[in-house]
Nanobody, 126 residues
Framework: QVQLVESGGGFVQSGGSLRLSCTVS????????IGWFRQAPGKEREAVSC??????YYSDSVKGRFTISRDNAKNTAYLQMNNLKPEDTAVYYC?????????????????????WGQGTLVTVSS
């Protein structure tokens, strides 16, 4: 029943910023944990950032540059991406366990990744 839709991807120069959105339908965001993952061409999917009930995770490669947040009133989670680098080029996906779990369970253990959005492409030029 829960569905996720990403938006906000695009083309940006190195050093620029983008904000990705993950809009939830069929459920209340306040009752869901959310994760952001990405997959670059020729590479495996990797965790970027996750937010649980009271926990947040960032990968080492994005720490200090990206910020995950949520607006329960809008049923939307966000990934603010600053100081983008060409290495950030990828399709970005949001995911949810359809309930609450820890950020570490999602992003580190890759557990309970039950629902996925369709993805949004981020391209960063050098």
């Amino acid at each position: 029943q829960v569905q996720l839709v990403e938006s906000g991807g695009g083309f940006v120069q190195s050093g620029g910023s983008l904000r990705l959105s993950c809009t939830v339908s069929g459920g209340a965001l306040e009752r869901l944990s959310i994760g952001w993952f990405r997959q670059a061409p020729g590479k495996e999917r990797e965790a970027v950032s996750c937010i649980g009930g009271s926990s947040i995770y960032y990968s080492d490669s994005v720490k200090g540059r990206f910020t995950i947040s949520r607006d329960n009133a809008k049923n939307t989670a966000y990934l603010q991406m600053n100081n983008l680098k060409p290495e950030d080029t990828a399709v970005y996906y949001c995911t949810s366990p359809r309930g609450m779990t820890s950020a570490q369970a999602m992003c580190v253990r890759n557990r309970s990744l039950e629902v996925w959005g369709q993805g949004t492409l981020v391209t960063v030029s050098s």
